[in-house]
């Protein structure tokens, strides 16, 4: 059994030469787009939980926040020429417009600002195989991009509320790590703990993914790309184990490897 509490085994993340200097990897994060308060103010935000910057920080990376916005091809092929690694992170539900589907009553209010542009920066991500790591929700939109279905309550499909508890607790699950796979090498085989919060989950997978992770009602929990790029889902929240942020170290690396080939540099 793989533990949480064990430390980030992936190694020193390389550095890129430039000139004289060496820098760090630069990740992109999306965010939410949701009212906030703050003091006196009461207004739509950008915002996103700092665990996950922290852990991209904390694993060797710089960490840039990209807000939804208008969503065009030429918008986010602007941003990712500043990336060298995406990470899409957790959320409100992925509209099932985008995969075919009547919306189930207790589906999320559609957030269309923040899928499209979603959408267009993984679409362009992937033309670049700049590695991707999708977390919660962002493993959803991944299996939406790739023509893949979702179950929009899970609690009707598989009849327990294991996945999602409330009250803005995480609920803890094991799920079964594949041998073999970009996962395995990153938290090693077998039974690992994760940190869950989501009501939905993948139904069909979608092109070109294979599922590297389930818990025992075989719900997919993980999956990868059998593609030439790195593109890592999971269902759980790997940045709320601060112990343990292998998956950022991993995907920080991915990123300078990536870096390193796109400006010639040795990394």
Same mark, same amino acid.
């Given at each position: 059994?793989v533990?949480?509490?064990?430390?980030?085994?992936?190694g020193?993340?390389p550095?890129?030469?430039?000139g004289? $200097?060496r820098? %760090?990897?630069v990740?992109?994060?999306?965010?939410?787009?949701e009212?906030?308060?703050?003091?006196?103010w009461?207004?739509?935000?950008a915002?996103l939980?700092?665990q996950?910057f922290?852990?991209?920080? !904390?694993?060797?990376?710089i960490?840039?926040?990209?807000?939804?916005?208008?969503?065009?091809?030429? !918008?986010?092929?602007?941003v990712l020429?500043?990336?060298d690694?995406?990470?899409l992170? +957790?959320?409100?539900?992925?509209?099932?417009?985008?995969?075919?589907?009547?919306? %189930?009553?207790?589906?999320?209010?559609?957030?269309p600002?923040?899928?499209?542009w979603?959408?267009?920066?993984?679409?362009?991500?992937?033309?670049?195989?700049?590695?991707?790591l999708?977390?919660?929700?962002?493993?959803?939109?991944v299996?939406? !991009?790739?023509?893949?279905?979702? $179950?929009? $309550?899970?609690p009707?499909?598989?009849?327990t509320?294991?996945?999602?508890?409330g009250g803005?607790?995480?609920?803890?699950?094991?799920?079964?790590?594949?041998? +073999?796979?970009s996962?395995?090498?990153?938290?090693?085989?077998?039974?690992?703990?994760v $940190?869950s919060? %989501?009501h939905?989950?993948?139904?069909?997978?979608?092109?070109?993914?294979?599922?590297? !992770?389930?818990t025992?009602?075989?719900?997919?929990?993980?999956?990868?790309?059998t593609g030439?790029?790195?593109?890592?889902?999971v269902?759980w929240?790997?940045e709320?184990n601060?112990?343990?942020r292998?998956?950022f170290?991993?995907?920080?690396?991915?990123?300078s490897i990536?870096?390193g080939?796109?400006?010639?540099?040795?990394?």
């Amino acid at each position: 059994m793989v533990s949480n509490d064990s430390e980030a085994s992936t190694g020193p993340v390389p550095e890129l030469v430039e000139g004289s $200097h060496r820098r %760090h990897p630069v990740i992109g994060l999306t965010t939410y787009l949701e009212q906030a308060k703050q003091g006196v103010w009461d207004v739509r935000a950008a915002f996103l939980p700092q665990q996950y910057f922290d852990a991209v920080t !904390a694993s060797g990376g710089i960490a840039v926040l990209l807000p939804p916005q208008p969503a065009s091809s030429d !918008a986010a092929s602007a941003v990712l020429d500043g990336l060298d690694g995406l990470i899409l992170t +957790g959320g409100l539900d992925v509209q099932p417009e985008l995969y075919g589907a009547p919306r %189930h009553p207790l589906t999320d209010p559609a957030r269309p600002d923040r899928d499209a542009w979603e959408l267009a920066l993984f679409r362009g991500a992937e033309e670049r195989r700049m590695p991707v790591l999708a977390i919660c929700r962002g493993l959803q939109l991944v299996n939406v !991009a790739r023509g893949g279905t979702l $179950h929009q $309550h899970l609690p009707e499909v598989l009849g327990t509320e294991r996945y999602r508890v409330g009250g803005g607790v995480f609920a803890e699950n094991t799920v079964a790590v594949q041998p +073999g796979t970009s996962l395995s090498a990153m938290l090693g085989d077998g039974d690992f703990g994760v $940190h869950s919060y %989501h009501h939905q989950g993948v139904d069909q997978l979608g092109d070109g993914l294979v599922a590297t !992770a389930r818990t025992d009602d075989g719900l997919v929990q993980a999956f990868e790309s059998t593609g030439d790029g790195y593109v890592v889902g999971v269902q759980w929240h790997p940045e709320e184990n601060s112990a343990d942020r292998r998956l950022f170290a991993g995907l920080v690396a991915e990123a300078s490897i990536y870096a390193g080939e796109r400006s010639g540099v040795n990394a």
